[in-house]
């Protein structure tokens, strides 16, 4: 008998596609989950447990000790008009039952039953000896998600505020909810975008910063702003968005747009708009996406502004591609940065938050063979894992709201901008997800530009680094592993706010605070928690201090550069923000 690597490859491949096909035609009734990996990390955690005597004890205790506590406090406060002191108390970002109607009878031992039978769960499914802390993760996180399925805030009977809105408006609060619904199922069954995103359009009140496309390949267009003060810093800016989303998160409405900001200050600002791939794009890779991106749009800004060097700033997934540019160039001997801004962005993926739970061979090869089959991750799947990632604020504190409520949140240019989503290439998302989440390829030294490695060490130029205190995506602490695998200045900063909302912190924004510190290259390390808790808050936006950092770092005022490069091929192509970010 042949080993099958002794097999006609072409034979191989047919019986391969087999395989990948019945798995594609598995993840649409799974959304993209691998029900292998979910089993698995179930198998080890529920194999560890019934070989657990003591541990099955301890939860038998657990469980009688809180049906006591809730015994005694329900005869304590029967009939009440407030409960006394609850026996368990909501997690802090948990806001579900914070309202007075919960602190009376019975809806407050509802709840606290609720809350009592969460914590019991996450006692079972956690310190359970033997249990690889991913499975232990999952299990934990999947129990949590199910929990949450049936909370009492969901159900119109189990939730005052909703039985209080329900009486006082006769029911219309339902039947503009039942409206609501039947709204939301037919936009999502035909593909149009959310109620009240249709106020916010592309080019005409958001992304309206004037400008011109200036260079276009078949992956981006490269947008020259125009300059809004009568001189410039002679070193521009190059901001590279991530292509996981329309790039004008960073140019939104006039009022919040950090463009506009920028120019503001006298910078020359240009911006990456990616094209939103499609089927015919599933073979374009990470490599496609440093040399097509970046790499040409420093051509093309070299060609414009001359020979000045640029301050580089990514945002999340184009930070970790910009820094990947950056060791390459280093390593190459290119001097074309002057400094780089990383905006919530991770080089270190150790610990890069929830979505490591689903990093493994068994979910990679999964949804790898969902995007072989349609050549693309779609959007829905996309937008559909985060929204799982953050399930109480964004799906069932929604469904309370809309449905059960009545009420329609206002769409704001930010949740507009949130559902204007984009594919990734098979390709280059599969590359992705296995070099640097699954095996921290860039974090060890192992990312190969060409046939040699990149260091993120060999980077001289100095780094501004912004993280967001409630970033679900990219995690301060794993942004700040920067720290670790620098060997130049690092100045961090950390802002109040999640991974997007945090960013977008205009000067005039509300409620806004940050941390900043700098770190020279020769500095000793601090930890992450030691840094938070020996920096000083400053009141306000983060973004006046990013000027302040690029102006110390820039020459003298000059003329601004013309709009693109006639002499040099450069004619302007379109007026800004141009064609790419408008396919959908």
Known sequence: MLHPAQCDPSENTILQSYDKALRAMASHYTAGISPIALASAYADWALHLATAPGKQLELIEKAARKAMRLTTHAALCSGAA?????????????????????????YNLIYQSFLLNQQWWHNATTGVRGVTRQHEEVVEFVARQILDLYS????????????DRTIAEGGKNLMRGWQNFIDDGTRLASGRNPAGSDNFKVGENIAVSPGKVVYRNRLIELI??????????????????????????????????????LTGQGYTVFMISW????????????????RLGIMEALDAIGNIN??????????????????????????????????????????????????????????????????????????????????????????WSRIVHDYLMGERAQMTDL??????????????????????????????????????????????????LVGTERDHVA??????????????????LLTSGGHNAGIVSEPDHPRRHYRIAARAHDDCYIG?????????????????????????????WRAPPSMGAAEKGLNPLDNAPGTYVMRE
């Open 82 to 106: 407030k409960a006394e002191t609850p026996c368990i108390h909501p997690l802090r970002q948990d806001k579900r039952f914070k309202g007075e109607a919960w602190q009376k009878w019975p």
């Open 152 to 163: 009492p805030s969901n159900f119109a009977l189990t939730n005052p505020e909703v039985r």
């Open 224 to 261: 020259q702003y125009t300059p809004t003060t009568e001189k410039v810093r002679p070193e521009p800016i190059l901001i590279v968005p991530a292509w996981i989303m329309k790039y004008y998160i960073l140019d939104l409405s006039p009022d919040n747009s950090l463009v506009r900001y």
């Open 275 to 290: 094209k939103n791939p499609d089927a015919d794009d599933r073979d374009l890779g990470m490599e496609d996406y440093r």
């Open 306 to 395: 001359g020979p000045a060097k640029v301050h580089a700033t990514g945002y999340c997934l184009g930070g970790t591609l910009l820094a990947i540019a950056a060791a390459a160039m280093a390593r190459d001997g290119d001097k074309r940065l002057k400094s780089l801004t990383f905006l919530a962005t991770q080089t270190d993926f150790t610990e890069a938050g929830e979505l490591m739970m689903f990093i493994n061979e068994s979910q990679l090869s999964f949804l790898e063979d969902m995007m072989w089959e349609q050549g693309y991750l779609d959007t829905h799947q996309m937008s559909g894992t985060f929204q799982i990632l953050r399930s109480n604020d964004l799906i």
């Open 415 to 464: 949740m507009a901008w949130n559902a204007d989503a984009t594919r990734m290439p098979y390709r280059m998302h599969s590359e992705y997800l296995r070099r640097l989440f699954l095996q921290n390829a860039l974090a060890e030294g192992r990312y190969l530009i060409g046939d040699r490695p990149v260091a993120l060490s060999d980077i001289r130029v100095p780094v501004f």
């Open 475 to 492: 995690p301060w602490r794993s942004v700040y592993k920067f720290h670790l695998l620098a060997d130049t200045e690092v100045t961090f």
């Open 528 to 556: 992450p928690n030691v840094w938070f808790d020996q920096t000083p808050v400053v009141e306000g936006s983060w973004w006046p201090a990013l000027v302040t950092w690029l102006d110390a770092r820039s020459g003298k």
